[in-house]
């Protein structure tokens, strides 16, 4: 008979063990759906307040759909590198390093004097979303040592 620990089930010889590689995938998930939460707000608010990037930086329509548009058109050129370097240095690592370039690349968006700024920054963040994204996809869900790291 197994043991269960909140609806996934621990064989009873694993004892301790059994139950830290439990604790270990939920913490992984907590993480890893804070980190996309993260993520998405940030498209979310970017999207949202357009009209006022606009307004204080002084770019026309075209310029505006550049700083969506370089989110997306460099997200979709480094999701396959970011995978990459998870496959080599460990999803763990990639994810923690995605989430703080990201941190930092968001504090430096509310210092942005100017438009060509702006989309630094916006690739800046893509880069750091699919270094999140990847390593979460890679293996973010293993416990330590299954994954060989």
């Not at 707000?41 to 009209?51: F, G, K, N």
């Not at 996809?137 to 994954?147: H, T």
């Amino acid at each position: 008979m197994a043991a269960t620990t909140d609806d996934i089930s621990v064989p009873e010889h694993a004892g301790a063990a059994g139950r830290s590689a439990v604790a270990h995938r939920r913490w992984t998930l907590v993480a890893a759906s804070l980190g996309f939460a993260v993520i998405q707000l940030d498209v979310s608010a970017v999207d949202v307040a357009i009209r006022p990037i606009g307004a204080s930086l002084g770019g026309g329509v075209g310029a505006l759909q550049w700083v969506v548009n370089a989110y997306t058109v460099a997200f979709a050129a480094l999701i396959l590198t970011a995978g990459a370097l998870g496959d080599r240095v460990g999803a763990k690592r990639v994810f923690a390093g995605g989430f703080v370039l990201f941190t930092a690349a968001s504090a430096v968006c509310r210092l942005v004097p100017g438009l060509h700024v702006a989309l630094a920054i916006a690739v800046a963040l893509c880069a750091a979303a699919a270094l999140c994204a990847l390593a979460v996809r890679a293996g973010g869900g293993n416990p330590p040592g299954e994954d060989g790291r």
